[in-house]
Nanobody, 123 residues
Framework: VQLVESGGGLVQAGGSLRLSCAAS????????MGWFRQSAGKEREFVAA????????TYAESVKGRFTITRDNAKNMVYLQMNSLKPEDTAAYYC?????????????????WGQGTQVTVSS
């Protein structure tokens, strides 16, 4: 599976962005998907995950109520809608595909990773 993220950019605090992740391969729908982020000098952290069917979603506490993860298996796409953005959301955001059934917060459970897209939130 190859993953390509898009949709990052510069936004003011309180604004919104929608990240997209395009996946190649016919087996996309068999993978759970996750979004992670990494800011300068920090470790990569979990943001959100979604099961292969889209029926189960999981969020980090820091984004719960502000971010929404969805997927479209017919289009091989995963999305991360980010609302009420804060300066602390500034990071490179990565899409990942994994074999866990419901999606997992642990990066080590994901087998494939995209190159990342930068999100910068100004105050």
């Amino acid at each position: 599976v190859q993953l390509v993220e898009s949709g990052g950019g510069l936004v003011q605090a309180g604004g919104s962005l929608r990240l997209s992740c395009a996946a190649s391969g016919r087996t996309f729908r068999s993978y759970s998907m996750g979004w992670f982020r990494q800011s300068a000098g920090k470790e990569r952290e979990f943001v959100a995950a979604i099961s292969w069917s889209g029926g189960t979603t999981t969020y980090a506490e820091s984004v719960k109520g502000r971010f929404t993860i969805t997927r479209d298996n017919a289009k091989n796409m995963v999305y991360l809608q980010m609302n009420s953005l804060k300066p602390e959301d500034t990071a490179a955001y990565y899409c990942a595909a994994g074999s866990s059934q419901s999606g997992d917060w642990r990066a080590r459970t994901y087998d494939y990773w995209g190159q990342g897209t930068q999100v910068t939130v100004s105050s």
